[in-house]
């Protein structure tokens, strides 16, 4: 038996390895589409996991159309924006000593949590087909709860993230932590039809 399970942890591991490689490759090579599926990844698993497991009691069955309106959003804003910003924001701001690492952050939670949510607010109100009105309403509800909100999350992740994750793992890092950040704001927001809609941030 012991065989047998060595034999299964070293094919496993040689997988996982293999398939780790094949990402950073990917990463080296594509880096844009790379972290474009990685976000959509991120995203989608996000909200069918909050859909699954969070929102499962509302008895109106799975809702395949928030999925899709999740999953785009990181395939065509989230991991498209993220790898310009984060580049740029590394490529001035190099290193990883404490100062740089804490004006990482300030610049990250101050500046682009705010435009990261003016983006997020705005694909969900094209997506969904609603006014530019209805659009300003949403952002005097929501945008400051979900600025400052995040930041309990987002400050210690970014700080651990801009002082240990390579440059180029940034977005997989955040979506890992999105994914679970998204079913949290989930499990808050839902308390009604568009609750549902506040899974931000970055």
């Known amino acids: 038996h012991n065989t047998t399970h060595n034999t299964q942890h070293n094919t496993t591991h040689t997988i996982m390895s293999g398939l780790w490689q094949s990402y950073n490759r990917l990463l080296s090579t594509q880096p844009l589409l790379t972290k474009a599926l990685t976000s959509f990844t991120g995203f989608t698993l996000g909200d069918a ?77 094209a997506f969904e087909g609603k006014s530019f009105g209805e659009y300003k309403q949403t952002l005097q509800d929501d945008l400051p709860t979900a600025v400052v909100g995040s930041w309990a999350v987002w400050v210690p992740a970014h700080t651990v993230n801009f002082r ?39």
């Not at 909050?50 to 395939?75: C, E, I, P």
């Not at 001035?92 to 300030?106: E, Q, R």
């Open 49 to 125: 996991l909050a859909q699954n497991f969070v929102d499962s009691g509302s008895g109106s069955g799975y809702d395949w159309r928030r999925t899709l309106k999740m999953g785009s959003f990181g395939l065509l804003v989230h991991g498209t924006t993220g790898h310009y910003f984060y580049s740029f924001l590394d490529a001035k701001l190099p290193g990883t000593a404490t100062s740089t690492v804490a004006k990482k952050v300030v610049i990250d939670q101050t500046m682009w949590n705010p435009v990261f949510g003016l983006m997020f607010f705005g694909y969900l109100s």
């Open 164 to 202: 240990f994750v390579p440059s180029s793992q940034r977005l997989l890092y955040i979506n890992t932590v999105q994914v679970g950040y998204n079913v949290f704001l989930s499990f808050l927001g839902n308390k009604g039809g568009e609750g549902k809609d506040k899974k931000e941030e970055l």
